[in-house]
Structures are given as C-alpha cells and as structure tokens.
C-alpha cells in the first residue's frame, strides 16, 4: 500500500536556527497537511495545501512557517528560526481529492530543539 | 466541525471484543464519522469511516444509531498490538470536505495479557 514517508525521523536542532522537514505524499494525492503534536498533547492542525498553495492555516502557522513543493513528489516544512515550543512531532498528510477518501499520515519527524 | 466525547482510557485483555463509544450530539446532516488509531511514535491511521447503520472491515465495525448522536467503534478480539489511542472524528467526508482534521484527545486503550 503507498504510504506517506517523513525525513528525518529524528532531527535535532539548536534554538534560532532553520530547520526543514521533508514529506513525500502519496503519488497521486492532491491536497497536503502539516500537524503537530507536542509530547502528550493532541495533534494540531498547522497548515493545508492545494494547488501551489495555502488552502487553510492555523494560528500556530506564523510567519516563522512555510511550506513549498518544489517538486513534483516534495512537500516540505520550514521553520525559519525555531524555539524551544516548536519541539513536537511533525505529520505530513496526504488526501487524495477523488471521493471520499481518507487522509494518509506519514510516521512523523521528531523535531528536538535545544 | 461538531465536537466528540470518548472516554479516556479503557483496558482490555487479549482476545475480547472492545467497544468504544463516541458522543456526538451536533453532528450535522453531511457530517460522516471517522476513526483513527494512533501507536506511539508513529502517526494516525486511518480505521473506518460511516456516515450511518453499520460498516465492517477487515479491522473494525463502526455501529451508528439512527439519530447519529453516537457512534460505536468495535474491535473484534484485541491482542496487545491493539494498544494505541483511538480517536473519533465527525466532519464532512473523512477529510471535512477536503478541509483539516481536528483531534480531540482520542481514548487510550491498553490491552493486557
């Protein structure tokens, strides 16, 4: 079954530098998400993607954020210059947009800032 | 996107049935009902959706009463690899028309020898 893959599992940063989180959705899949989930809290919608660009974002999704898919298969997150808050597990998601299909998560990166 | 309510945490023992029940008392005409599971370190995965009556799958039923204000997620014959949390999503399609997903805290269930 296709999945939705995440790299690096595991990324450790230090507090104020940039960090970038990569997806690769399912092949077919038109619509894109990025959520987060701090350790022992729920998962939190940060920001949706269709067409080359922002369909919905969340109020966490600030300027420090951006998304892009420089490529046919890529979808990434960026976070210009992180804090300690942004510590979290990062999903990217996938939806296909033909019917009523569900959205497919990938295992998520876990982002360590120090 | 109506709210849910499911229990916190239940516990179980391999090889029984378990039932978690989802409160959804505004869900909407067009909303469907989504469950996902989600294991440790890992991200939600997508389990069942229905929108009324019964629907099976390999992994689970998911019971709808008439007036929709509940659901039901049933697992058939858990084992300990059922240990995850399980969460109860109410939207428009599985995704809420195309639109982002809101999780709740979900009902950890712990399966034990």
């Known amino acids: 079954e296709p999945e939705v893959t995440q790299t690096p599992s595991h990324q450790v940063t230090q507090m104020g530098q940039e960090v970038i989180l990569r997806c690769v959705p399912i092949?077919?899949?038109?619509?894109f998400y990025w959520y987060r989930q701090i350790l022992g809290q729920k998962v939190e919608f940060l920001v949706s993607?269709?067409?080359?660009?922002?369909?919905?974002k969340s109020e966490i999704f600030d300027d420090q954020f951006s998304v892009e898919r420089p490529d046919g298969s890529n979808f990434t997150l960026k976070i210009r210059s992180t804090k300690l808050e942004d510590s979290a597990m990062y999903f990217c998601a996938s939806l296909q947009g033909d019917g009523n299909q569900p959205q497919h998560f990938g295992d998520g990166t876990r982002l360590s800032i120090l | 996107l109506a709210k849910t309510t499911q229990p916190i945490s239940m516990d179980s023992y391999e090889g029984q049935e378990v039932n978690i029940t989802c409160s959804h008392n505004n869900i909407a005409t067009n909303d469907y009902i989504t469950w996902y599971q989600q294991f440790p370190s890992q991200g939600p995965r997508f389990i069942i959706q229905g929108y009324k009556t019964k629907v099976t799958n390999e992994v689970a039923s998911l019971f709808i009463p008439a007036d929709r204000k509940s659901s039901t997620l049933s697992l058939p014959r858990v084992s300990l690899s059922d240990t995850a949390v399980y969460y109860c999503l109410v939207g428009l399609g599985v995704s809420g028309g195309y639109n982002k997903l809101i999780f709740g805290a979900g009902t950890r269930l712990a399966v034990h020898p």
């Open positions: 092949s077919n899949h038109l619509y």
């Open positions: 993607f269709y067409n080359n660009e922002i369909s919905e």
